[in-house]
């Protein structure tokens, strides 16, 4: 909620305290004109996130003159040891436990004999998003986008994941900072690529090294209402609504979402351009079932929110580049409260060892840094992810992608 905060309290103070001046015009124009943030899919390639219609929120001000199409490559490296987590379901067991702090419950009961969900997860590798997305404008105000997302799983080796390996975050770790081996690589050892987790029901969701998988199509309908305040105070919203079509055999459903942001664009310098955005989102899930299905999530709604600043340099020959930094947050996967009766086992090799099962109560957070150079219908873009709340899903996250717009 702090980080909320910050970005609520710097938008309001950018948003009042922009002069009025002779140029307001011209400076419209320049926003209006300039081609809009080329922002990159930025979820995380989380090993169950995955298989979610997960919301990427949108901080464009109107509907795009041309239609595009777009694709972008993600690497992310996840660390998740085994755990088994027991949600005891008798009303004074759950009492006990919730006397006592997590790391402890394990010692209290006897687990062979206290009723309870059972759960299992690991994940280990190198997790890679394909995403290809194509942009239809309705009109100045109506735009629709249709998405495609697969996943892979490899080892990460050297050179196709050169920040990601599990070398390169050790070499971090052991020379820069977190220490050595703080998430148990070394010990269960490098380059390896398995994920594994079975639901209370006995359903079990797998990859394994080189898998490949399409997970899910997508439909988005955003609106850019035309308002006074956008020429007043540049100030600019959009909503948003999502349709996510889960096909793949673990999660065979449909998500339905909603989204809003609104944005605040500064010219600097007559032709440079400074936007500060804030965006938040709901995530229906399981909205139609198609199948039977892994309970990857006990979550009916994911709420999510992100946080934007970019700074959008012109170029000679109106090419740009431009920088910018995002804040991601989304609500846990599982039901908070339930962590209050879980037990945690598992070995307990480093202060880490719990991640797998205690991250999925938790609330998720990560950091990107984008990079995006524009020049004619071409924009080319990398960011990287960093999980500064650990998380560990994933580790770290790099991305690259392009994209291209065509006359209609």
Known sequence: MKNFFIFFV?????????????????????????????KPNLLSTHPLGMY??????????KSPEKYSFSFEISSGNVMLPYVKSYEL???VDQKIAESFPWHDREFVFNLNEIPAKIREFKADGV???????????LSVSHELNFGLRMHSLDKGKYPFSFFTSDESIEWFHSNIAGGDDPFSRRHYGLNKADIFYRDENGNRLTMKNGDFGIQGFEVNYFYYPKLAMNKKHKIYLNFGTHLGINVSKYNPVAD?????????KIVVRDKNIF???????ALRQRIVQFGDRVNISNQEFLYSFEGL??????????NYISYGINYTFQTPYNKKND????????????????HAMSHLYENLEGWNFIFTYSVKQFSYFIYAREDIKVDNAPDLQTGFGVKMSFKN
């Open 89 to 91: 379901t008798n009303p």
């Open 275 to 281: 936007t500060v955005g804030l965006s938040a989102g």
């Open 309 to 318: 600043l970019d700074y959008k340099r012109k170029l000679k020959s109106n």
């Open 127 to 137: 997790i890679r998003s394909y995403r290809f997305t194509f942009s239809l404008p």
């Open 256 to 264: 339905v979402g909603i989204s809003s942001s609104v944005i605040k």
């Open 52 to 61: 979610i219609s997960r919301i990427n929120h949108n901080f464009k001000i």
């Open 10 to 38: 710097l938008l309001v103070f950018i948003s009042f305290a922009s002069a009025q001046s002779a140029t307001e015009d011209f400076r419209r124009n320049e926003i209006e004109n300039t081609s809009d943030i080329i």
């Open 339 to 354: 962590f209050d009766h879980i037990i945690l086992t598992g070995e307990r090799v480093k202060t880490h060892w719990q």
